[in-house]
């Protein structure tokens, strides 16, 4: 696996997590350990340094010795302003932006996204059967056009990466991958595998 130094990892998970009963996803424990652990330990290696997106509970995050950025648009307005606040405060040309509820992520995320993203400042994952627009990998130049669709009411992830010329990264058979944990019940199944 080669380590992409120029990228920065952003783990999102500063969502109200509603179909988790309003709990702090990136918090609740999956096999002893909080989701947002597992996506950050499959992507540390992948990229030049990892932060977290969060808006509860920053000191538990930062207790794991990581940098934790909070939206800086309030009301919870989704992972675009999440993605919105890495660009404005990290210094980074590349961000690989992963929410905190998919933790089985391949190790080669990172660079298959890198290696297929040709002329794009966007690319994201498809996994065959469908678009994970939140696993995406994004550049700065992108930053003023994400600031205008938000301030203009905008919020799905889909519309603004199809938007600005983005497109999508075919990961074969790998489906498993990238299923997340939305509700109890997939945490459980998650538990058992």
């Known amino acids: 696996m080669r380590c992409l130094t120029e990228v920065t990892g952003v783990v999102l998970a500063g969502g109200r997590a509603t179909r988790m009963g309003g709990q702090d996803k990136g918090l609740i424990n ?19 340094n990892v932060v977290i997106s969060a808006n509860r509970n920053i000191e538990i995050y930062q207790s794991f010795g990581v940098n934790v950025l909070s939206d800086t648009l309030p009301d919870y307005p989704g992972p675009l302003a999440g993605i919105l606040s890495a660009m404005q405060h990290l210094i980074s040309e590349w961000f690989l932006f992963c929410p905190c509820d998919t933790p089985n992520i391949p190790d080669n995320l990172a660079y298959k996204l890198w290696m297929q993203k040709g002329e794009s400042n966007a690319v994201w994952v498809n996994d065959g059967e469908r678009d994970h627009p939140t696993i995406a990998l994004i550049h700065r130049k992108l930053v003023t056009d994400l600031e205008r669709y938000l301030a203009a009411g905008e919020r799905r992830v889909m519309i603004f990466l199809r938007e600005v010329g983005g497109k999508p990264i075919l990961f074969a058979n790998q489906i498993q991958k990238f299923i997340n944990v939305n509700t109890p019940e997939d945490l459980m199944l998650w538990e058992k595998q």
């Open 30 to 48: 999956l096999n002893g350990r909080p989701l947002f652990e597992h996506v950050m330990s499959k992507l540390a290696p992948q990229v030049g």
